[in-house]
């Protein structure tokens, strides 16, 4: 059984309610997150800090499930701070969500790497923030789309094949991995959609309509376009063609989010 939270889009029903350490250099931004957070029935934010020290004391008092760490916490590199902020809690570290305020970024590999659970844009949509937050608590990864494509882009560049050499020479055949698709590089990294959202995405794919898609799946017109809104911001993709050149190519992940 799902119930809309406050913020109007559909969730599903709490367990318990998840605590969220906010530490956000920009004042604004740490209010516009505290009140977003805190309207929600199943989250609360525990304490709320602007740098890297009192994230690290506020971490050891209230325990939180989930840090959200400004990626420019204190102007300087957020990798020490978060090596600091797994080895303060050793017996129940929380989960470490980055924020930032761009999704090209080298330092997200190496966050994961590190065990951050998360990497998003801090213009990302409210409705979006939840989910990621709910997502990273259930033990998920989530990333902001053009961090997701940019890890895997990355990841299939470093794999090539060896080919001949010049000189006339050629150089032993060594057996290499193949080039990983984009959906093969993001296992384990899940984009995420909820079931609804998937079976949307399939029917595009096999080229129904809306009308159709509503008639299938038993629902109105309007909510197969909020769902198809909400996949393409999701997918940080443009219009309907996209999305079916997307699910063609296999580049979701197999494991849905429950709706």
């Known amino acids: 059984m799902s119930k809309p939270g406050a913020s109007g889009h ?4 709490p367990t318990r309610t998840i605590r969220v350490l906010l530490a956000e250099s920009c004042d604004v931004v740490r209010t516009g997150m505290r009140v977003i957070l805190n309207r929600e029935p199943d989250i609360t934010v525990v304490r709320d800090v602007a740098d890297s020290a009192d994230l690290l004391l506020a971490a050891q008092e209230f325990r939180p499930d989930i840090c959200m760490v400004d990626r ?4 300087a590199d957020v990798l020490p701070l978060i090596r600091k ?6 017996d129940r570290r ?3 969500i980055i924020t930032a ?20 844009i801090k213009n990302i949509p409210p409705a979006d923030l939840l ?14 789309p053009a961090v997701a494509n940019q890890l895997a882009a990355c990841w299939a560049g470093r ?7 010049g000189g006339g020479d050629t150089a032993p055949s060594v057996p290499s991995a193949p080039v990983p698709t984009v959906g093969t590089a993001m296992k384990g990294l899940d984009i995420h959609l909820t079931q609804r959202q998937r079976e949307v995405l399939e029917l595009v794919a096999d080229g129904l309509s809306n009308a159709e898609i509503a008639a299938r799946l038993f629902v109105t017109e309007a909510t197969v376009k909020s769902h198809l809104t909400a996949v393409l911001r999701r997918l940080d993709l443009r219009d309907r063609t996209q999305l079916a050149i997307y699910a063609h ?9 429950p709706a």
């Open 72 to 75: 420019d916490l204190d102007g």
């Open 10 to 13: 559909v969730a599903a029903r």
């Open 131 to 144: 989910d990621a937050i709910r997502a990273t608590a259930a033990g998920h990864i989530t990333l902001a």
């Open 85 to 90: 902020l797994s080895t303060a809690l050793p």
């Open 249 to 257: 190519r296999g580049r979701i992940s197999r494991s849905p989010e």
């Open 159 to 165: 794999t090539s094949s060896t080919g001949p050499t």
């Open 101 to 120: 305020r761009r999704g090209s970024d080298d330092l997200a590999a190496e966050a994961l790497r590190l065990g951050v659970r998360g990497y998003l």
């Open 94 to 96: 929380p989960h470490i």
